[in-house]
Structures are given as structure tokens and as C-alpha cells.
């Protein structure tokens, strides 16, 4: 999977919209503000279109991105993240 500069910016644009989408959606908040939200739609597009080569058929795409998918994935990735970030107690000394 070869991704060229400009594929590269306009998968963190998508990747910033997603994250923001999946934080709504899940009604949570990913750790590091816009950065975490970006992080996580970065993960999810890599996800989905890297890793597992997966979309619904008829599912709109924008530069080879199935959209409702990645949404789906990054609402997923927001929950466990934020759960494993803001779990009460933590590591004390």
C-alpha cells in the first residue's frame, strides 16, 4: 500500500472530520483534544482500509476512504480509548 503526500493530507482532513464525528457519536472525549481526535481517525482510516479491507457496499468514499465505516470504527476506537485514559483510580505511588 504505497499513499502519496496528497492522499496523506487528505486522510488527516478525514481523519480530523471522523474523529470529531466519532467523539459526537460516542458522546465522549479522546485523550489530547483535536491531536487525539486526529490520532484516532488516522487509526481508524488504517483500520479499515488498511489493515481489515473492509466497507459496506454503497458506502460513499472519499480518496479510497469508506466513510460510514471508518465513522463506525472511530466511534469504537473513542469509547476504548477514553475508557483506558479516564478510568477512575489509575496507577498511584
Known amino acids: 500500500m504505497t499513499i502519496t503526500f496528497t492522499q496523506l493530507i487528505v486522510w488527516i482532513i478525514i481523519a480530523a472530520i ?31 482500509v488498511g489493515f481489515f479491507h473492509f466497507s459496506i457496499s454503497g458506502e460513499p468514499t472519499v480518496s479510497g476512504v469508506p466513510i460510514i465505516s471508518t465513522i463506525i470504527a472511530a466511534v469504537m476506537l473513542v469509547v476504548i480509548w477514553s475508557s483506558l485514559a479516564y478510568r477512575g483510580g489509575g496507577w498511584r505511588k
Open 18 to 48: 471522523v474523529g470529531f464525528l466519532g467523539e459526537l457519536i460516542s458522546g465522549r472525549r479522546a485523550p489530547a483534544g483535536i491531536l487525539g481526535a486526529i490520532m484516532i481517525g488516522l487509526f481508524a482510516i488504517f483500520l479499515i
